[in-house]
Every structure is written in C-alpha cells, then in structure tokens.
Nanobody, 117 residues
C-alpha cells in the first residue's frame, strides 16, 4: 500500500519551531517529488514547499521563505519540513504529498500545527 504519514504537529508559541516528518512506504520514494501543503482554519489549501526527487531543487511559498526548510532522506524514505519563527497565521493542518509523472498522487492524513500564545 502506497502511503505517506505525517507527524510532528503540535501547539507552539509564536516564534517557536517545529519539525514535521513524512514517512513514506509502498512506493519508490526516490522517484517522487515531495510537497508540503497546508489547509488553514479558513479552509484554504496553500502550497508550502517542494523538493525534487534527488533533493537538489527546492521551492517555497513566499510566506515561508527564510523560515521553513524542506528536506528529504531517500535512504530512510523520509521527508521533513523544518519550521522556524512560527507565526499565528501558520496555524493549519499540514499535509505531505508525493507526486511522480504518470502515477496517482499520494496524500497523507495531515498533522495539526497550532501557533498560539
């Protein structure tokens, strides 16, 4: 069964940090682009960051540039999103998404991040 499972969500104060993890199984992880999206309390789905299959190329949404870092470890079938200097507007459910040409996308179940004082 092809799946990705997110973990690491929590409640933190503004300015805090979290590291989200995405554990992949059931598919050739190193052939897939890994993306992070989030769904806000206003029910908006937002692109957050992406990393290429070999990890060499990354891209970020403007609102996380300089604060979030996406990475992956293909040997461990793991993706990560390091989030620093968190803001209340970062509160959302964060989803890991794996994509590759000509195959169905794979979505995780999401992990809740709440930034509140």
């Amino acid at each position: 069964q092809r799946q990705v499972v997110e973990s690491g969500g929590d409640t933190v104060q503004p300015g805090g940090s979290l590291r989200l993890s995405c554990a992949a199984s059931g598919f050739p992880f190193d052939y897939y682009t890994i993306n992070w999206y989030r769904r806000t309390p206003e029910n908006r789905r937002e692109f957050v960051a992406t990393i290429s299959s070999n990890g060499r190329n990354t891209r970020y949404a403007d609102f996380v540039k300089g604060r979030f870092t996406i990475s992956r470890d293909n040997a461990k079938n793991m993706g990560y999103l390091q989030m620093n200097n968190l803001r209340p507007e970062d509160t959302a459910v964060y989803y890991c998404h794996a994509s590759s040409a000509d195959t169905p996308d794979i979505w995780g179940q999401g992990t809740q991040v709440t930034v509140s004082s």
